[in-house]
């Protein structure tokens, strides 16, 4: 995911649902080279995701121009290396991410255009104001990697990996479908771990340590996992299913 805002500047209360299921993603980071700003005036338009009035659904099959076998959704793409990877391993499956961080979304669209792909579309904001306007049951795979840990005590409380969000999660995934999570910050491992196989609707589906110490066949290593490696950091992947 992208790197967070030290502020959420909204007044909600630290118990607040809605800013509990927030990823507190920033908007701008380096200035954009040329190619990029084409990229945003020329590309995005065609892959953009705009979030519906409340209390709409969003169009699946309009907004892809057909009818997908399944759809994912990736929360913080971060550079889109893993979005885009899906995307090319299963052009029948259409995918939505969700990235506050412009950059996040320019370096997307570099992956997106270059593999010539057409099952990918993007939401350049929070995801949480997307994902209500997800029928229920509407999603096959929702992945959450490497989002920020947010270490000090007093920020704990903007972890994403929180009840309003596994409830949620729980709400959009049909049976069997799958919550994969990612983390390279041990802490914030043994939080997720604490928390969402005690939530009803997910069973873990690690049989054995190979289960969270290798990577699934269909995973990369992102950027954020390629960075800890290199810091003598394992990224762990987790994988709930849906009861």
């Given at each position: 995911?992208s790197?967070?805002?030290?502020?959420?500047?909204?007044?909600?209360?630290?118990?607040?649902?809605?800013?509990?299921?927030?990823?507190?993603?920033?908007?701008?980071?380096?200035?954009?080279?040329?190619?990029?700003?084409?990229?945003?005036t020329?590309?995005?338009?065609?892959?953009?995701?705009?979030?519906?009035?409340?209390?709409?659904?969003?169009?699946?099959?309009?907004?892809?121009?057909?009818?997908?076998?399944?759809?994912?959704?990736?929360?913080?793409?971060?550079?889109?290396?893993?979005?885009?990877?899906?995307?090319?391993?299963?052009?029948?499956?259409?995918?939505?991410?969700?990235?506050?961080?412009l950059?996040?979304?320019?370096?997307?669209?570099?992956?997106?255009?270059?593999?010539?792909?057409?099952?990918?579309?993007?939401?350049?904001?929070?995801?949480?104001?997307?994902?209500?306007?997800?029928?229920d049951?509407?999603?096959?795979?929702?992945?959450?990697?490497?989002?920020?840990?947010?270490?000090?005590?007093?920020?704990?409380?903007?972890?994403?990996?929180?009840q309003?969000?596994?409830?949620?999660?729980?709400?959009?995934?049909?049976p069997?479908?799958?919550?994969?999570?990612?983390?390279?910050?041990?802490?914030?491992?043994?939080?997720m771990?604490?928390?969402?196989?005690?939530?009803?609707?997910?069973?873990?589906?690690?049989?054995?340590?190979?289960?969270?110490?290798?990577?699934?066949p269909?995973?990369?290593?992102?950027?954020?996992?390629?960075?800890?490696?290199?810091?003598?950091?394992?990224?762990?992947?987790?994988?709930?299913?849906?009861?």
């Amino acid at each position: 995911m992208s790197a967070p805002s030290e502020t959420d500047g909204n007044g909600e209360a630290p118990g607040d649902a809605r800013r509990l299921l927030h990823s507190y993603g920033r908007r701008r980071g380096r200035r954009l080279k040329p190619n990029q700003k084409n990229l945003v005036t020329g590309a995005l338009p065609r892959f953009a995701v705009s979030a519906p009035e409340k209390g709409e659904r969003l169009d699946v099959p309009g907004l892809f121009g057909f009818v997908p076998r399944a759809l994912w959704f990736e929360v913080g793409f971060g550079g889109g290396e893993h979005l885009a990877h899906q995307a090319a391993n299963n052009p029948d499956v259409a995918l939505i991410g969700a990235e506050p961080f412009l950059n996040g979304v320019v370096s997307a669209l570099q992956h997106i255009e270059s593999r010539g792909l057409a099952n990918v579309r993007l939401y350049q904001g929070d995801a949480r104001d997307l994902l209500p306007s997800l029928a229920d049951g509407a999603l096959e795979k929702l992945f959450v990697l490497h989002p920020d840990p947010w270490p000090k005590l007093r920020h704990h409380k903007r972890r994403l990996i929180q009840q309003p969000f596994l409830d949620e999660a729980a709400r959009l995934l049909g049976p069997g479908g799958e919550l994969r999570l990612a983390t390279d910050d041990e802490p914030y491992l043994v939080w997720m771990l604490e928390r969402v196989p005690r939530h009803p609707a997910f069973e873990w589906t690690a049989r054995t340590a190979d289960d969270w110490r290798l990577y699934p066949p269909d995973a990369i290593e992102t950027r954020y996992a390629a960075k800890a490696r290199r810091e003598g950091r394992k990224a762990t992947i987790l994988r709930f299913r849906r009861r």
